[in-house]
């Protein structure tokens, strides 16, 4: 039987964040030894609540800071091949406990770096035990807290896999208020890799050029699933951003298996 089957089952009961649960009580007993020894090995260094850790990526210490430095390395360059951010004002949009934005005042010294997320324990997190990087919480729905035109740089890795088709255009419409002309944005989307992960009547919406979404649970909780058609945000782009790089996954293997796009505020 194929596993997609029994979990829409589980998801149409509302009992997805249940399942979720055990999983990240799994997670968290599966890496309990290599996490003790690295807070034994760096008390220096700040480490996020295992749940705030295990919502926005995976349970393990060292990989949430190693990772989070190269992926943070991995972006610049990225960014690098259309802009220089130095001395540009960036934001994380969606920053959750800071795996990749503690990174980038360091690494970008000259540049004012600002970190956003609807999980206000996150942010209250954050505020706490990173320095260089103001943050402020936001809801699930928009607006920020920032003002139009305000940010040379954006990005959102992994956020619109979490949203509702109307919040896809809410979005938008808020990343191009908050960004400079000429602005440059990279997002990550579930593709055409993905679809083969859907149900049977899931892979035909998609195929149709459709979002799909898999709710009946928090939105913008890890729970919350969207699953993006390249057509389909080619037009949510459409008139405000201009599409300057798509990079399919698993084309591009670099810190993230999902769809990556490079973005250019018109």
Same mark, same amino acid.
């Given at each position: ?16 964040r249940?399942?979720?649960?055990? =999983?990240?009580r799994y ?17 220096? *260094? ?7 850790l ?17 992926n943070?390395?991995d ?6 091949k ?19 934005? =503690? ?8 540049s =004012? ?9 996150? *942010? ?13 919480? /936001? ?6 807290h920032?003002? /139009? ?27 191009? =208020?908050?960004?400079? &002309?000429?602005a ?10 993905? &679809? ?21 649970t ?14 389909f945000m ?18 591009? @293997?670099?810190? @993230? ?10």
């Open positions: 039987m194929n596993i997609a089957i029994p979990k829409q089952i589980v998801r149409r009961l509302g009992a997805i249940l399942l979720d649960n055990i =999983r990240y997670m968290r007993y599966k890496n309990r030894i290599d996490n003790k020894r690295y807070k034994l090995e760096h008390p220096e *260094i700040a480490l996020p609540p295992d749940y705030l295990y919502e926005s990526h995976k349970m393990n210490y060292r990989f949430y800071i190693n990772n989070g430095r190269k943070a390395v972006l610049i360059k990225l960014f690098g259309y802009v220089d951010l130095d001395h540009k004002v960036i934001l994380d949009w969606g920053c959750g406990p800071s795996r990749i934005v =503690r990174h980038l005042p360091e690494l970008l010294s000259a =004012r770096v600002y970190g956003t997320d609807y999980n206000e324990a996150s *942010i209250k997190w954050n505020k706490a035990h990173i320095e260089g990087v103001r943050f402020y919480h /936001n809801e699930v729905n928009p607006p920020t920032f003002e /139009n035109g305000f940010f040379d740089a954006i990005y959102g890795l992994s956020i619109f896999t979490h949203l509702s088709e109307e919040n896809h255009y809410n979005w938008i419409n808020e990343l191009h =208020r908050i960004s400079k &002309k000429g440059i944005i990279i997002i990550t989307t579930h593709g055409e890799y993905y &679809k083969t992960k859907l149900t049977k009547s899931d892979q035909k919406l998609f195929g149709e050029n459709k979002l799909v979404v898999k709710g009946n928090l939105e913008g909780h890890r729970t919350f699933a969207a699953f993006h058609p390249p057509s080619r037009k949510l782009f459409d008139g405000k951003f201009e599409v300057l790089e798509h990079i399919p996954w698993p084309l591009d @293997m670099h810190y @993230m298996d999902q769809d990556k796009w490079i973005l250019k505020k018109i």
